[in-house]
């Protein structure tokens, strides 16, 4: 079966760094997905990568592994309005999007 | 503001109800999904139209019927639904279905059902 597994939650410092993994197994690859959704508001696209590496954006980045089934998301100098579930997603070979349940980070003071 | 937009945002129903629950984008997308989220699961593809046409049904209980009048509007009714049908439904859209792109998601309504 087709899997995708992030831990459920996560709690970091204001002005730190945070890491969150997603590691993932399905039938083919498309290219990896990461979205942030507050409570109550529309998830939003963060970052899409295929290709392995490094994609950086601002305060975030997005790693991908994909011999290794494997991406994070890293966000420096943690903000409280970055507290939020982030979702990691794949897309299969049939351009199926696979999500995880989702992260959420809790940002204290 | 992700321009789409669902209403209503929050339904309570009984379990003879009938709703519909409305979906409008304005971005000039091609593919419009429904989309079931519970709390501490993945999110869940209910059904996915592209041109207008339902291309995917994830075999989805046929008390949750869509309907897409056009590439803008989708539509979600709900009959004798169940207590377990509680959630929220999302709504997304892409330029394309079947292709690597961004899914753009409307903030989704809040169905109780009792």
């Known amino acids: 079966g087709q899997n995708i597994d992030q831990p459920t939650e996560m709690t970091a410092t204001e002005g730190a760094i945070v890491q969150i993994n997603c590691t993932y197994q399905?039938?083919?690859?498309?290219?990896l997905f990461w979205y942030q959704q507050h409570a109550g508001e529309a998830p939003t696209f963060l970052s899409y990568?295929?290709l392995d590496g490094l994609e950086e954006k601002g305060r975030f980045s997005s790693f991908l592994s994909r011999s290794k089934g494997y991406s994070y998301l890293l966000l420096k100098e943690l903000q409280m309005k970055d507290s939020a579930s982030y979702l990691c997603a794949v897309m299969d070979s049939n351009y199926q999007l696979i999500w995880g349940a989702g992260t959420k980070l809790i940002i204290k003071p | 503001e992700t321009g789409v937009t669902q209403t209503p945002r929050h339904l309570v129903m009984g379990m003879t109800n009938k709703k519909s629950l409305k979906c409008e984008q304005h971005l000039g997308h091609n593919a419009m999904y429904w989309y079931k989220q519970s709390a501490k699961k993945p999110l869940e593809l209910m059904f996915v139209?592209?041109?207008?046409?339902?291309?995917e049904n994830n075999s989805v209980p046929s008390r949750f019927s869509p309907e897409c009048p056009n590439s803008s509007h989708l539509f979600l009714h709900l009959h004798t639904l169940q207590p377990e049908d509680s959630a929220l439904y999302l709504c997304?859209?892409?330029?394309?279905?079947?292709?690597?792109?961004?899914?753009?998601f409307g903030e989704g309504s809040r169905l109780t059902v009792l």
């Open positions: 399905t039938s083919g690859f498309n290219g």
């Open positions: 997304a859209s892409s330029l394309g279905q079947g292709e690597p792109g961004e899914l753009f």
């Open positions: 990568n295929v």
């Open positions: 139209y592209s041109l207008e046409e339902r291309v």
